[in-house]
């Protein structure tokens, strides 16, 4: 149990480090592009913080872990509304641009419905993989065509060399690799010493811990008064989590699904991307008292988990 318990400590903090080094090299580089800054949150950022969660699901599906793949998903974009952006605007005044990110608003929860629909019958085929990476594809085509523009954006701008923002790029997946092995190797021998379910065991611990780089962006982000990039990480990681990361790995794999999910866990995560279109209607920045029902919502979730 001890090594389980330091396998996913170790793996916490190589996810972390290596999702913020490709993190900082993959911003560097689209910076010496001239990308919107919201662009690059809704992009580079959200496909970094998001390969924790492509990693660990790919490695769970071959380890016959199917179940901790899906509820890794599904816990990590409601952990990314009710946690990451629930901690991130208590501290941080936050201020959301419904009017620049409703677009990729409207396609989350476009995605959210076709993972409902294709859960149904208990098994995301190849052939729904196939449908999921074509809509990454498309969603970013549509992201470069027609970049988003933030008017508030701050203009100090995060660059380095080619060469250095490559070996931030590289050392990041290298970590990334090696954490997602850690950490659920001592997620699946935890939920199977204590007869809990992957599902909840793939939302609460799998999906905090590679959530963490998320939280660590959007607050880092957000402390920089770079509120496009801390926005669009969290809504771009969440479109990336449904159509890169079950698309990618029922491709490798078909995967199981538990149906179960669609009667709470599902809901829940659709209610949060309502949540996230009301809050960015509301006046800006985002309200502490908004954050903290996000979050206090989020730990009510995970009690119900259990």
Not at 122 to 151: H, M, Q, W
């Amino acid at each position: 149990m001890l090594i389980s318990i330091l396998s996913l400590i170790v793996g916490s903090l190589l996810l972390y480090f290596g999702a913020e080094w490709i993190i900082k090299g993959g911003v560097s580089i689209s910076n010496k592009f001239g990308i919107s800054k919201l662009v690059i949150g809704l992009t580079v950022v959200a496909f970094g913080t998001s390969l924790p969660e492509l990693l660990v699901s790919l490695i769970a599906v071959f380890e016959n872990s199917p179940s901790l793949a899906i509820g890794n998903v599904v816990g990590s974009n409601i952990a990314n509304v009710g946690l990451v952006l629930g901690v991130s605007a208590l501290i941080f005044p936050i201020s959301i641009n419904f009017a620049s990110i409703r677009r990729d608003l409207f396609i989350y929860l476009c995605s959210c419905a076709l993972f409902i629909v294709f859960v149904f019958d208990g098994r995301i085929s190849r052939f729904e993989g196939a449908f999921f990476f074509i809509g990454l594809l498309f969603y970013l085509i549509v992201c470069i065509k027609n970049p988003t523009n933030d008017k508030s954006e701050d203009e100090n701008k995060l660059e380095f060399s080619i060469l250095k923002s490559m070996i931030y790029v590289f050392a990041g997946i290298f970590a990334l690799s090696f954490g997602a092995d850690f950490f659920v190797d001592g997620a699946i021998y935890v939920a199977r010493y204590f007869g809990i379910s992957e599902v909840v065991i793939g939302m609460s611990i799998v999906a905090l811990g590679t959530s963490l780089p998320e939280l660590a962006t959007s607050a880092l982000a957000a402390f920089k008064k770079q509120s496009s990039i801390s926005v669009g990480n969290i809504v771009g990681s969440n479109i990336f989590n449904i159509l890169s990361i079950l698309g990618i790995t029922s491709l490798v794999r078909p995967i199981d699904s538990p149906t179960d999910i669609l009667n709470f866990e599902m809901p829940v995560m659709v209610i949060y991307g309502f949540a996230l279109i009301m809050i960015a209607k509301l006046p800006q920045p985002v309200h502490r008292i908004s954050s903290a029902l996000l979050l206090l919502s989020y730990f009510l979730f995970i009690y119900l988990l259990f």
